[in-house]
Structure formats: structure tokens, C-alpha cells
């Protein structure tokens, strides 16, 4: 039973196309994160909700926008594609924000190719 | 705004050594520190997690020790074994400011 789920695994489409990736926990966590691991293999915090508010939002495009609608989902909705954008996008969760916040615990990433 | 480096960037040993990836933050003022694998092509599974009033975690064969006088994180590998052939990566301060990681291969 995964903890943290992302779909779709992998997507490939075309410069200024829109697409979403939806991430589900069922820890009953009540924060949930995105990341972007790059083509060096550096992982990056986008964003941030604690039980569907946004709690972080880091330099990140306006074309990128999170939306919490309960706190076991945070999906990415990504408009205008660009080919920077293609990366691996992993979803996180854990229990609390914060210093406190204990183990994160990751999806399996979505690995997104924009051709 | 925390750094965090991880040194080596690669490691190759011969199966049943021991070994220490390092880990260190630009500033000392750690929180909380979590040491994760990655296999290529695959998520990040969490191994170790230190909490802020602790000092070292160990799971296995595997202990995490932190520093936070020095803003130093180790990771130690007891018998290394094949399967532990990964990129490991410590993060710290939820959100999790992670480093470049270290790859390491274990040959039989």
C-alpha cells in the first residue's frame, strides 16, 4: 500500500502545452511538498501546503500552481510548458511543518520530458 | 541561506568495507537532519532521521551521527554490501535543504 503516490510517472509533451501531476498520501500527514530534482540530480523545494493552505512557495514561475484540495492531495499544474521545466517532480509528505516536522516521506517522482 | 555539500561526490569500494559519507551545512543552525538513498530512476526512501534533540540515529547497519556545533552530518555503512550501491543524499531543516549527494557503488 503506497504511502505517497504520484500519477502519472512519466509524461512527455510539447512546449506551451498544460499539463497536472496529482500526488496522494494516505499517512494521514498534514503536510505535503513539491520538489524538482533537475537534470544534475539536485533536489529543490517549490512548494509547501499544511492542511491546504500554502505554507512555502519558493522563486518559482507563475506557471506553476499547487492546489491542496484536501490535505492527503497536492496536485501541480504546470501552463505554458517550457523545456527547462522537464525534470523529476517529487511529491512529499509529513506529519507536521516545520522544524518539528519529522521524516519526510517521497513519492516515486514524475519524471516530466517537454520536447 | 543554507548549503549543504556532501563530500565524496562518488565512492567505489569493494564489498564488506566500511565506509563514512560526509555531509555538511553552511549554517549550523540545524533543526532536524534526514539521510535518504535514491536507486536510479526511482524516489527518495528515507534511512535515518535526526531530530533536534538528538545526536545520532542508527538502523541496521547503518548509523547517522550530527554535529551542530560544526553544521557536520556522517553517515556510516557497516559491511558494505552490493545492495547498498545508490546515491545517498542528507537533507536538513524541513523543508528539506538536500546536497548533491553521493554515489556509491559497492563491487562484489
Known amino acids: 500500500d503506497t504511502a505517497v503516490s504520484q500519477t502519472p510517472k512519466y509524461l512527455v509533451t510539447q512546449m506551451g502545452n498544460d499539463k497536472s501531476i496529482k500526488c496522494e498520501q494516505n499517512?494521514?500527514?498534514?503536510?505535503m511538498y513539491w520538489y524538482k530534482q533537475d537534470s544534475k540530480k539536485f533536489l529543490k523545494i517549490m512548494f509547501s501546503?499544511?492542511?491546504?493552505?500554502?505554507?512555502i512557495n519558493e522563486t518559482v514561475p507563475n506557471r506553476f500552481s499547487p492546489k491542496s484540495p484536501d490535505k492527503a492531495h497536492l496536485n501541480l499544474h504546470i501552463n505554458s510548458l517550457e523545456l527547462g521545466d522537464s525534470a523529476v517532480y517529487f511529491c512529499?509528505?509529513?506529519?507536521?511543518?516545520?522544524?518539528?516536522?519529522?521524516?519526510?516521506?517521497f513519492g516515486e517522482g514524475s519524471r516530466l520530458t517537454v520536447l | 541561506k543554507q548549503e549543504v555539500t556532501q563530500i565524496p561526490a562518488a565512492l567505489s569500494v569493494p564489498e564488506g568495507e566500511n565506509l563514512v559519507l560526509n555531509c555538511s551545512f553552511t549554517d549550523s543552525a540545524i533543526y532536524n537532519l534526514q539521510w535518504f538513498r535514491q536507486d536510479p530512476g526511482k524516489g527518495l526512501t528515507s534511512l535515518l532521521l535526526?531530530?533536534?534533540?538528538?545526536r545520532e540515529q542508527t538502523s541496521g547497519r547503518l548509523n547517522a551521527s550530527l554535529d551542530k556545533s560544526s553544521g557536520r552530518s556522517t553517515l556510516y555503512i557497516a559491511a558494505s554490501q552490493p545492495g547498498d550501491s545508490a546515491t545517498y543524499l542528507c537533507?536538513?531543516?524541513?523543508?528539506?535543504?538536500f546536497g548533491k549527494g553521493t554515489r556509491l557503488s559497492v563491487i562484489a
Open positions: 537533507a536538513g531543516n524541513t523543508p528539506l535543504v
Open positions: 512529499a509528505s509529513s506529519l507536521l511543518a516545520g522544524p518539528g516536522a519529522g521524516e519526510l516521506f
Open positions: 499517512l494521514g500527514h498534514d503536510t
Open positions: 535526526i531530530q533536534s534533540s538528538q
Open positions: 501546503y499544511n492542511n491546504k493552505e500554502l505554507i
